[in-house]
């Protein structure tokens, strides 16, 4: 890396002035960490130790990781398809998520999910959707739920610029801004769905825009610079907290993988694809960390070494956990019966239960 010109001392942005250096530094921490945990898993699929496909989100590290970096343990997040930094951001154990990648009963979903239905209810997270725009409306009907019981939680919807012309997403802003609801709706544009850019199948030029039309402030950030996410994410929640409802804030980044496993990239160039890579948000956070004097090389070395242990850990538990039985692979799958029944006798009608 080049060496850094090192800025005068407190002339940090604000953002970064009123966190602690070492929140931050956890911060770059988990988006190594996350960059770390999909090269792994990409490489475990190369070797054909993972089945299905997985969707990787590198070089979208901070719009997941600053984003979701204000959210407490009781608050929630609806995830997408290109989810595994969503989830590390809101605090999953990468050994399970490895075992669940794995087909392992030690993994988040018992090994029945895979990489695009990772849920972890205790800590927050209903879950990553293979259905664009599934979560959007889940996200909605959790606000619901908080504000019926009075709680004091908010909830962080992820979906990408592909769901923004979805009937979900129009219907979902209409009735969490008429009830005013605790949600921050975070548009991830990557710039493609799939193979289809968003010049082509959006009327405006930026998703935010689409705020207006329901009454919430919509803002659009560079979701590559960590310093801009986190901003925008605090002022949403506090927001959301307050009880004045939803914001919009679309993060503005790219996805340097294909679309999914099995992506011949015919529809962009490699030029767009390393003018991205050139403004790759973990190095970009790094630099500016070293630059207001908030991290040295010494301390960036030990979050290196810290993720690459995780790593090694996490794959070791996947490798080394059982498989789930033959006999029991649709249980957790499908609603059961009778007395395995979790809904308790007495909340529901039978009908309900069976
Ligand atoms: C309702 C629905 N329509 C189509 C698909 C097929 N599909 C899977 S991912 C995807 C693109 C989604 O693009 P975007 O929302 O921008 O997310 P990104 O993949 O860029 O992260 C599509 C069309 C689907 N899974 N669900
Ligand atoms: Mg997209």
């Keep these: 890396m080049q060496p850094l010109a090192v800025a005068e001392p407190g002339s940090a942005p604000a953002v970064y002035r009123r966190h602690d250096p070492a929140l931050l530094r956890d911060a770059l921490r988990k988006m190594i960490l996350v960059r770390r945990f999909e090269e792994s898993a990409e490489q475990a699929y190369m070797r054909g130790l993972i089945h299905g496909t997985m969707h990787l989100s590198i070089g979208q590290e901070a719009s997941a990781i600053a984003a979701t970096l204000p959210l407490t343990d009781a608050d929630y997040i609806t995830s997408t398809h290109r989810g595994h930094g969503h989830c590390i951001g809101k605090g999953a154990d990468p050994k399970r998520m490895f075992a669940e990648f794995y087909g392992k009963e030690t993994g988040y979903c018992r090994g029945r999910g895979g990489s695009m239905h990772i849920a972890d209810v205790q800590r927050g997270n209903l879950g990553a959707n293979g259905i664009v725009g599934g979560g959007l409306p889940i996200a909605v009907g959790a606000a619901l739920s908080i504000r019926k019981q009075h709680r004091d939680a908010v909830v962080m919807c992820f979906f990408g610029d592909g769901a923004n012309n979805e009937g979900a997403f129009h219907e979902s802003l209409n009735f969490a801004s008429i009830?005013?609801?605790?949600?921050?709706?975070?548009?991830?544009?990557?710039?493609?769905?799939?193979?289809?850019?968003?010049?082509?199948?959006?009327?405006?030029?930026?998703?935010?825009?689409?705020?207006?039309?329901?009454?919430?402030?919509?803002?659009?950030?560079?979701?590559?610079?960590?310093?801009?996410?986190?901003?925008?994410?605090?002022?949403?929640?506090?927001?959301?907290?307050?009880?004045?409802?939803?914001?919009?804030?679309?993060?503005?980044?790219?996805?340097?993988?294909?679309?999914?496993?099995?992506?011949?990239?015919?529809?962009?160039?490699?030029?767009?694809?390393?003018?991205?890579?050139?403004?790759?948000?973990?190095?970009?956070?790094?630099?500016?960390?070293?630059?207001?004097?908030?991290?040295?090389?010494?301390?960036?070395?030990?979050?290196?070494?810290?993720?690459?242990?995780?790593i090694e850990a996490g794959l070791a538990f996947a490798q080394s956990s059982a498989a789930p039985s033959r006999a029991e692979l649709t249980r957790y799958v499908y609603t059961q019966t009778g007395s395995q029944c979790s809904i308790p006798a007495g909340a529901c009608d039978e009908r309900e239960r069976a």
């Design 179 to 310: 009830w005013k609801l605790p949600v921050i709706f975070v548009c991830e544009n990557n710039r493609y769905g799939m193979s289809m850019s968003v010049e082509r199948s959006t009327a405006v030029p930026h998703i935010a825009q689409r705020a207006g039309a329901y009454d919430m402030p919509g803002v659009t950030v560079d979701g590559n610079r960590f310093a801009d996410v986190l901003d925008a994410s605090e002022q949403a929640i506090a927001r959301a907290r307050g009880g004045l409802g939803p914001s919009l804030v679309e993060c503005e980044t790219y996805r340097l993988r294909g679309h999914s496993k099995s992506d011949r990239n015919r529809y962009r160039t490699r030029e767009e694809i390393d003018a991205w890579s050139a403004r790759d948000p973990i190095v970009r956070f790094e630099q500016e960390l070293m630059r207001y004097g908030l991290l040295d090389a010494a301390q960036a070395d030990a979050i290196r070494a810290d993720v690459e242990a995780q």
